[in-house]
């Protein structure tokens, strides 16, 4: 058991010195399903699994860009409130729709690039056995993905629009103090 948990410290410890290098991180993840593509490519086989990996990447890609709270299951919340004989909301300007609420990830980052390694690392793995080079036509997988991955974005897009947020840091990074440079 000492053994156990001497390895599990070590994995712990080589994660938290990877965890600042966001974008070294990043382009050894796209480094590593350049290998797994390839592997594909020149293997011709284990389509599924390549379709299960790219599925459950586009899982962690919409949770990545969902708010934690989601506003409209508070919105939903609240009208349940109302019709069961709750208080109506004031129409005077409430501290949720006024106050500045910082964009809070359903799924961060750091966890988003840890699972996408990890399912990379065993996506790779199992095109080294024979068990799971299931004969299917890739063709309509690839289809049936992009297919999925336009109405799912569509959906998230317009989410995001009609609920007004961002998922992402653009424009200028504010500055205080004596900071100016």
Same mark, same amino acid.
């Given at each position: #058991?000492? /053994?156990?948990?001497?390895?599990?410290? =070590?994995?712990?410890?080589?994660?938290?010195?990877? /965890? %600042?290098?966001?974008?070294?991180?990043?382009?050894? =993840?796209?480094?590593? +399903?350049?290998?797994?593509?390839?592997?594909?490519?020149? &293997?011709?086989?284990? @389509?599924? *699994?390549? @379709? &299960? $990996?790219?599925?459950?990447?586009?899982?962690? $890609?919409?949770?990545?860009?969902?708010?934690?709270?989601?506003?409209?299951?508070?919105?939903?919340?609240?009208?349940?409130?109302?019709?069961?004989?709750?208080? +109506?909301?004031?129409?005077? !300007?409430?501290?949720?729709?006024?106050?500045?609420?910082?964009?809070?990830?359903?799924? %961060?980052?750091?966890?988003?690039?840890?699972?996408? /390694?990890?399912? /990379?690392?065993?996506?790779?793995?199992?095109?080294?056995?024979? +068990?799971?080079? *299931? !004969?299917?036509?890739? %063709?309509? $997988? +690839?289809?049936?993905?992009?297919?999925?991955?336009?109405?799912?974005?569509?959906?998230?897009?317009?989410? #995001?629009?009609?609920?007004?947020?961002? !998922?992402?840091?653009?424009?200028?990074?504010?500055?205080?103090?004596? &900071? &100016?440079?």
């Amino acid at each position: #058991m000492n /053994t156990l948990s001497k390895y599990q410290r =070590l994995y712990q410890q080589q994660l938290d010195r990877w /965890t %600042p290098h966001v974008l070294q991180r990043w382009l050894a =993840l796209a480094g590593l +399903v350049a290998v797994f593509f390839l592997r594909i490519v020149f &293997a011709q086989g284990w @389509y599924i *699994v390549c @379709y &299960a $990996l790219a599925i459950y990447l586009l899982n962690l $890609l919409l949770a990545f860009l969902q708010p934690k709270f989601d506003p409209s299951l508070e919105e939903d919340l609240l009208a349940d409130e109302i019709e069961e004989g709750g208080d +109506v909301p004031s129409p005077l !300007p409430s501290q949720r729709d006024d106050e500045f609420r910082p964009f809070v990830r359903r799924l %961060p980052e750091w966890q988003f690039w840890l699972s996408s /390694t990890k399912a /990379t690392l065993i996506a790779l793995f199992c095109t080294f056995s024979e +068990v799971f080079d *299931v !004969p299917v036509y890739w %063709p309509i $997988l +690839v289809v049936y993905f992009f297919v999925l991955f336009a109405l799912t974005m569509r959906k998230q897009i317009q989410h #995001m629009i009609k609920y007004k947020y961002v !998922p992402f840091d653009i424009g200028r990074k504010a500055r205080y103090g004596n &900071a &100016a440079r």
